[in-house]
């Protein structure tokens, strides 16, 4: 079954669009968490970051970036967080990959923030990292 998403990049379901080209699209969330919340989204219905295809991800960063400065330009918010849900245990709660894009302002009261833990074996960590990479295709 398609995604809340793919029904509304499709218009069988009523979306606020900000942009779309031949690749993504970008509308505005329908439970914002601040006034201009984005959602960037690949037309492809692909879980999770690295199913997408490799032409797509590369266009990511480029509308990240021009989708943040439109935000700051109309919302005068002076800060983004850009956040992406990789999978169920990191809160995605959609099954198609997409950032949100959220103006934030001083003193909103939203918060952001890890609770940071000692850091332990990451030389070794770091170690085992490097060799997965290197066994990695760069296209997968």
């Avoid at 970051?49 to 490799?54: E, F, I, R, Y």
């Avoid at 809160?91 to 894009?101: F, I, M, R, T």
């Amino acid at each position: 079954m398609a995604s809340i998403f793919s029904r509304i990049i499709a218009g069988q379901i009523p979306g606020d669009f900000i942009f779309r080209e031949p690749r993504w699209v970008a509308l505005l969330d329908i439970r914002p968490t601040s006034a201009g919340h984005a959602l960037l989204i690949p037309l492809v219905e692909a879980p999770l970051l690295a199913d997408l295809p490799p032409a797509t991800l590369a266009d990511a960063g480029r509308l990240l970036a021009r989708l943040t400065r439109a935000l700051k330009q109309v919302t005068g918010c002076p800060a983004v967080n850009i956040v992406l849900n990789d999978g169920p245990v990191a809160g995605q709660e959609v099954p198609h990959v997409h950032w949100h894009v959220v103006p934030r302002w001083p003193d909103d009261g939203r918060g952001y923030r890890f609770a940071p833990q000692p850091g332990t074996g990451l030389a070794t960590l770091a170690a085992d990292l490097a060799t997965a990479w290197d066994t990695l295709d760069n296209d997968q």
